[in-house]
């Protein structure tokens, strides 16, 4: 008799997401009773701001409801590429898919563009699920490492040499998960240098692009640079990071029409369309009705990452880079002579305190802290970490 637990599915090999399943074990504890400090979110723990809740329902109430064009509503189409004429991409509604999230956008994405005996180029640290999206695409991933020295940026040798004639695309993320660099115009030049010679497409990942802190540091959308990239790139966005949507499920990308062909094709049987109503909230995002709390979390944010990185400072024995953007601090634990996964199961046993291990990242020896949280949450944990070491 066959045995049906035997797996030949590329899609049955993938692994859970680590940070999900630390932040599902915090929450455990938590219901325990026991008083955890975390540091593992990847969100925002600000609300969604009014005015948009007031759009989500208004069109329900308007019986907004029901299916929708696969690749997105047209209206927020047309404001889609509103947006990223502003980054200095441009684009049409034929070229936009709108997704369940950026992440079914990313994975959408790479699973239509690659598969067995391509190549992927991903620089360390980078996201965790980029390597299993690629997994589940069947091609291969290419890992180019990079150091806290370099604001972890890949140098152009380490690129080239990471090129073969299978290389289909080159994911680039900034500003970054889990690091927090912003990539430099001169870094995203070298990409794009290269990804042209080379016939390579990239996929730029920009889900961050408004949490940025740094006054010498600035969002460029590699795709904006000149129209030989542009016409081989992906630019993903989305709303859960900027406008704390994460619970809504709501993405999009813009990429050449061959490729969106390919990918509203699979939405089609995989999604139908992304949640109807949530679509039209979107749209009071868009049209700038939201700036001003958004203003407001970024700031929050910026001396969130002051008070981190002021608090980190006077720790022995950890590296860590000030973030540029996003929410995280990278902190390298290497002196500890403890792995990432030990170092964060020792330190939620001994001071219940939840970080993230960089282990699926690509950097063992490296953790996570997000600061997308109260100041006093960031002060406890900190002592924790400090008590810890």
């Not at 369309?273 to 929050?300: C, H, P, W």
Request: net charge negative.
């Amino acid at each position: 008799m066959k045995n049906l637990e035997e797996n030949y599915s590329l899609l049955g090999t993938l692994q859970p997401s680590a940070t999900l399943a630390i932040s599902a074990k915090t929450k455990e504890l938590k219901a325990q009773g026991i008083d955890v400090v975390s540091m593992t979110a990847g969100e925002p723990d600000f609300d969604t701001p009014q005015v948009i809740k007031d759009a989500c329902i208004k069109a329900i109430q308007e019986g907004k409801v029901r299916y929708l064009a696969s690749s997105g509503l047209p209206e927020l189409k047309t404001e889609i590429v509103k947006k990223f004429a502003s980054n200095g991409i441009s684009t049409k509604p034929e070229n936009i898919i709108i997704s369940t999230g950026a992440k079914f956008a990313i994975f959408q994405a790479i699973t239509c563009l690659c598969g067995v005996g391509d190549e992927v180029v991903l620089f360390a640290p980078f996201w965790l699920s980029y390597e299993e999206m690629i997994k589940a695409s069947g091609a291969k991933t290419v890992i180019v490492q990079t150091s806290m020295e370099n604001d972890f940026a890949p140098t152009k040798e380490d690129l080239e040499a990471a090129i073969t004639k299978n290389t289909k695309l080159i994911i680039v993320n900034s500003p970054n998960n889990p690091t927090g660099a912003v990539y430099s115009e001169q870094t995203l030049e070298m990409i794009a240098d290269i990804a042209i010679k080379h016939n390579i497409m990239v996929l730029s990942d920009e889900i961050y692009e408004k949490l940025i802190y740094d006054k010498n540091a600035k969002h460029l959308s590699i795709a904006s640079l000149n129209q030989k990239i542009a016409d081989l790139t992906i630019t993903v966005n989305g709303f859960s990071k900027a406008y704390a949507m994460t619970g809504w499920r709501l993405g999009y990308l813009t990429a050449p029409l061959w490729l969106t062909k390919r990918i509203a094709a699979l939405q089609s049987h995989a999604t139908s369309n992304a949640t109807s109503f949530v679509q039209y909230a979107a749209l009071s995002a868009l049209r700038g009705e939201a700036d001003e709390v958004v203003a407001k979390m970024i700031d929050a944010f910026a001396k969130r990452r002051q008070l981190i990185c002021d608090l980190l400072s006077e720790i022995p024995y950890i590296k860590f880079y000030a973030p540029q953007g996003a929410f995280y601090v990278l902190c390298d634990i290497s002196q500890t002579g403890l792995s990432a996964d030990e170092f964060a199961k020792q330190i939620l046993e001994k001071e219940n305190l939840a970080v993230i291990p960089c282990t699926a990242f690509g950097a063992p020896n490296a953790i996570r802290l997000s600061y997308a949280c109260s100041e006093d949450n960031i002060r406890e944990a900190v002592k924790k970490l400090k008590e810890f070491l």
